[in-house]
């Protein structure tokens, strides 16, 4: 019988996997917990996707609702005297990280992580040299009376690490359709429209350069290093600098500092080669800079800038040089609040100068349940040229406004509801809900 | 204490339940069939981003159709007889000589003088993912039930 109840999320991975699909978690607001940078929990230097074991077991510990066992998240922060860097560890020692804390079995009564933190809740014990991990996520909308429902992601992604050596990458499948602004710039396979189709949003290798793994050079397919990576791939700030883990990334080179203080990553864009022809690729550089101000105080900088031959989003034919250039901040000013903001001036061939800004707010209400407020604007700057229509219009020329209420629930151990009430000028009001399972 | 699993169930239920609608025909399907483009045109061919929204599709191609046809963004099948008026006037809204309807017809971009692309790049690297037995929605959705209730008991004990 055990046996059985430990193949049932096998069950779930497989029947979800039968499904569709498109992107994953990254917290920013984890510097609450004085995690303001990211390779403790994982193993993507600037966040998201996989989780290391400490990753995995802090989820469970901090993330997560546990119901009144072991509480931690929303009990008041200790004082602290000092600020040990990026990865502040509370009560472990200064400088040192603190070994990954191995899941204790029936762990759940005690104050450690609970064995299902593991990957597939526990199922399969990675080696040392692996670290696998999955998202399932399952969408619907209320827009204008219709209701709708999409699979949203159904990925697998991972790492190996051989000495200083590192492969990682993701697979998935996805139904997308032509013309859809999402999904489709990460496929693999081409199939036609609605069909089923295999992913890959990331896949590289990787080289750590230094013994205390702060520098990693990495080739592939990578996530673009720029401004805040939230889960929110349709947030404006992440849609109009092409800078979302949905299926923005590009293919290149690039060099990530992880330090104690101070994190960055410069990128070498060399294009994406999962779409052609190559006119449409774009290449260039990308890069962010972040520091930590105090425990709960990051403050960063990005700069973005690519050159292709034609605009694979307005299909313009024409040498097109795109720019983003801004600002972001994290900001904790007390345990169960968190403040993030970014701010990008825009620049694009044939359009005025513009930009975009978000500012997020979330409150932790009790461990494992989080309310937020976002509110955005965007001005993509007013389209110049022949053949095109010079009047000004709310995103173009003229700001366009929108908001986001929130509501996240951790509720089991991998698991997570969301429900977000957006409401954006010149869009019809959206009540989204996620369910969303990571392996 | 043990999470509380029916409040947790019906929220999911109430998530996934809900799960009816299928895609309905939208108005890039329904301009490639009315235009016959080679394929559905970009939402940029008629809004100013590809994210869409009310009040943005303000290029030329877009204007030309809500002003001969009354057009209803909740209703493709408005489309088809816009696109029927505009080949009837021979519109050129890019004033390239060629008409609009042709333009699209040709794969190109009504909005820009010229040819202009407007199918875009491709995606993918070619190969394709052999057509399955088609999901069962709701089998699918109780199989996840089942498997979340299973881990859930699993792990009481």
Same mark, same amino acid.
């Given at each position: ?19 569709t ?14 995690y ?24 469970? &510990? ?19 005297? =000092? ?14 990280k ?7 079995p029936?762990?759940e ?6 064995s299902?933190s ?9 080696p ?6 999955? =998202? ?16 949203? @992601? ?18 998935g ?5 032509a013309?859809? *602004? ?44 720029? +401004? ?33 203080k101070? #994190? ?12 052609? *022809? ?17 425990? =709960? ?14 605009? #694979? ?8 040089? #795109?720019?983003a250039?801004?600002?972001?901040t ?15 001036a ?13 500012? @997020? ?13 976002? +509110?955005?604007?965007?001005?993509a ?6 053949g095109?229509d ?40 959206? &009540? %989204? ?7 | 204490?043990?999470? *509380? ?6 929220v ?13 025909p939208?108005? *890039? ?18 809004h100013?981003?590809s ?6 599709a ?17 209703d ?7 696109i029927?008026a ?20 040709a ?8 040819? +202009? ?10 190969a394709r ?10 089998? %699918?959705?109780l ?7 299973l ?7």
């Amino acid at each position: 019988m055990g046996l059985f109840f430990r193949a049932a999320p096998f069950v779930l991975v497989l029947s979800t996997l039968a499904l569709t699909t498109r992107s994953a978690h990254a917290y920013g607001f984890m510097i609450r917990h004085g995690y303001g940078g990211c390779t403790t929990c994982h193993t993507d230097p600037s966040g998201g996707e996989t989780l290391t074991r400490y990753g995995r077991a802090q989820s469970d &510990l901090v993330l997560r609702m546990r119901y009144g066992t072991a509480t931690v998240s929303a009990a008041p922060a200790p004082a602290t005297e =000092s600020f040990d860097g990026f990865d502040d560890f509370g009560d472990s020692p200064k400088a040192e990280k603190p070994p990954a804390p191995a899941p204790a079995p029936e762990a759940e009564d005690a104050a450690g992580p609970a064995s299902s933190s593991g990957f597939l809740w526990g199922a399969f014990a990675e080696p040392d040299f692996m670290a696998l991990g999955g =998202s399932l996520r399952s969408a619907s909308t209320l827009k204008n009376g219709d209701f709708r429902w999409f699979p949203m @992601q159904a990925d697998l992604y991972g790492q190996l690490a051989f000495g200083s050596l590192r492969v990682g990458g993701s697979v998935g499948l996805v139904k997308t359709r032509a013309g859809a *602004p999402h999904g489709r710039a990460a496929l693999v396979t081409r199939g036609d429209d609605g069909q089923l189709n295999m992913v890959s949003r990331t896949h590289w290798l990787g080289l750590d350069l230094d013994s205390r793994r702060e520098l990693l050079l990495r080739a592939g397919r990578l996530n673009v290093p720029f +401004g805040l990576r939230i889960s929110e791939h349709v947030m404006w700030v992440r849609e109009a600098t092409h800078t979302d883990r949905e299926s923005d990334q590009q293919h290149g080179v690039a060099l990530a500092y992880s330090g104690e203080k101070l #994190r960055g990553e410069l990128m070498a864009i060399a294009g994406n080669y999962q779409l052609s *022809p190559d006119r449409y690729r774009e290449r260039g550089y990308s890069l962010y800079l972040e520091a930590f101000a105090s425990s =709960s105080l990051a403050l960063g900088a990005s700069h973005l800038f690519t050159v292709a031959q034609a605009d #694979r989003y307005s299909l313009d034919q024409g040498e097109t040089l #795109r720019g983003a250039h801004g600002l972001f901040t994290r900001w904790s000013p007390l345990r169960p609040l968190v403040v993030m903001a970014e701010a990008n001036a825009l620049h694009l061939s044939r359009r005025d100068l513009g930009y975009v800004g978000f500012v @997020q707010l979330d409150y932790e209400l009790t461990q494992g349940l989080h309310l937020g407020a976002t +509110g955005e604007a965007l001005d993509a700057g007013r389209v110049r040229g022949a053949g095109s229509d010079q009047s000004k219009s709310p995103g173009a020329g003229e700001p366009r406004l929108g908001g986001w209420l929130t509501a996240s629930w951790f509720f089991l151990p991998h698991c997570d509801l969301r429900v977000d009430a957006i409401a954006r000028q010149n869009e019809a009001f959206t &009540l %989204l809900s996620q369910l969303h399972v990571f392996l | 204490m043990t999470p *509380p699993l029916k409040p947790i169930g019906l929220v999911i239920a109430l998530t996934l339940a809900p799960t009816v609608a299928a895609a309905s025909p939208n108005y *890039p399907d329904a301009v490639q069939a009315a235009a016959g483009s080679p394929c559905p045109p970009p939402c940029t061919v008629c809004h100013e981003s590809s994210s869409g929204g009310y009040g943005t599709a303000v290029k030329p191609f877009a204007r030309a159709m809500a002003k001969i046809g009354k057009l209803d963004a909740e209703d493709p099948a408005l489309v088809a007889p816009a696109i029927e008026a505009l080949k009837a006037q021979a519109t050129d809204s890019d004033g390239d000589g060629t008409g609009d309807v042709a333009e699209v017809a040709a794969g190109h971009d009504p909005n820009r003088h010229g040819e +202009g692309d407007l199918c875009g790049p491709e995606y993918g690297c070619g190969a394709r993912i052999e057509p399955g037995q088609r999901v069962d929605g709701w089998a %699918l959705l109780l199989s996840v039930l089942v498997a979340l209730s299973l881990v859930a008991r699993g792990r009481r004990r």
